[in-house]
């Protein structure tokens, strides 16, 4: 009996603990179910705020109207004179060529033309065969000849010191901090590789005469994208001829570089101010060379930045030095961690992989 009893109190006792651990396991889910639910509308609720927060914080960007339109050819009704010379100017290089040609060549020119058709009727007039019955038999004179030797040299010299500061400063390597662009030239449009932004690459073609004219810009000069670049930054603009010979030309901004296949040209540019400028494939390259327009958008650093964010891909200096600068903080403190462990080889490595990096 005794055993049946205390059988008896075994099963009631766990019957008991069960019923207990039911209750508690009700109390317990009454408690966290809500928390979780709380928990789980807290981060979606935290999720949506970061997501606000991100398209709040993410670059915008407007590209320029025509009103900003500053490097094209100016027309003879608006101006029959500037229509006939160089486009103004927007870069220190172009400034000082227009200066050369204003202020030594077309002078220099103007008076030996003058001068030159001044003795031609001179020449004329006095010594015509009713004027002079007997030809002169005069063969030389030394002073005329040495004048006429003297003069034209002083005049090259003259002209010369100009023409090689041009070609000096045309010429100058870009610094190492200038940014890179590709310019590739294809058969019959362009790509424009920022290098050091990423690596995207911004395909250009011209636009139809109804898409132009509805944005107010030239026909046969606007485009579809723009090479947007940034303003008083030395920019590295390297030209490449994706299958013929093309050109790069720029007039307004003095810029000339013919894009061969099979090799990279660079020159410096360095444009003073924002505003957009025309161009155009300045090399006979195929049947559709008359519609590769090249449409520049200058923008000031920042306003750039904010662009090179909205491309594919596209990332600014900062940013790209940001990122390569992780690894080797890394690397740098595997090395500490190393040393302090004693490990020789394994310092090696990690200073190794630091230098690398």
């Known amino acids: ?90 870069t220190d290089n172009g400034e000082y060529a227009l200066w050369m040609h204003d202020a030594i060549l077309l002078p220099i020119i ?27 038999r005069t063969s030389h004179n030394t002073l005329i000849e040495v004048i006429w030797t003297v003069i034209p040299v002083l005049i090259l010299v003259v002209i010369a010191v100009p023409s090689i500061t041009l070609l000096a400063r045309q010429y100058k390597s870009p610094p190492e901090d200038a940014i890179t662009i590709k310019a590739n030239g294809y058969q019959w ?14 395909v250009s073609n011209m636009l139809s005469e109804e898409a132009a004219l509805d944005a107010g ?15 008083g930054v030395p920019i590295r603009l390297q030209t490449f001829g994706a299958d013929v010979i093309h050109s790069f030309g720029i007039p307004s901004l003095w810029f000339k570089l013919d894009a061969v296949p099979g090799r990279i040209n660079e020159k410096m ?62 690397d740098a403190q595997s090395a500490e961690d190393a040393a302090e462990a004693g490990d020789a080889e394994a310092v090696e490595e990690a200073e190794a992989a630091a230098e690398a990096a």
């Open 189 to 202: 449009y362009w790509g424009y590789e920022y290098l050091d932004n990423g690596g995207f690459e911004v």
């Open 1 to 90: 009996m005794e055993s049946i009893e205390t059988m008896n109190f075994g099963a009631f006792a766990r019957k008991k603990l069960n019923f207990l651990a039911l209750v508690v396991l009700a109390v317990m889910s009454l408690i966290t179910v809500p928390h979780a639910a709380m928990a789980q509308d807290a981060a979606v609720e935290s999720d949506a705020v970061a997501v606000e927060e991100a398209a709040t914080e993410a670059p915008t960007f407007d590209y320029y109207g025509p009103d900003m339109i500053k490097g094209q050819p100016v027309s003879s009704d608006e101006d029959l004179l500037a229509s006939m010379t160089f486009q103004p100017q927007h």
């Open 217 to 231: 810009e030239p026909h046969q000069l606007a485009v579809d994208n723009r090479m947007v670049v940034p303003v």
């Open 110 to 136: 103007t008076v030996i033309s003058l001068f030159v058709l001044g003795l031609l009727l001179w020449v004329i007039v006095r010594y015509n065969k009713r004027a002079n019955k007997v030809a002169s």
């Open 269 to 330: 540019l360095t444009i003073n101010e924002p505003g957009i400028y025309y161009g155009q494939c300045m090399e006979l390259c195929g049947a559709r060379h008359g519609y590769m327009p090249i449409a520049i958008e200058a923008r000031p650093l920042e306003e750039f930045n904010a662009w090179v964010q909205t491309q594919p891909g596209g990332m600014t200096r900062a940013q790209i030095e940001a990122q390569n600068a992780a690894p080797a903080a890394q």
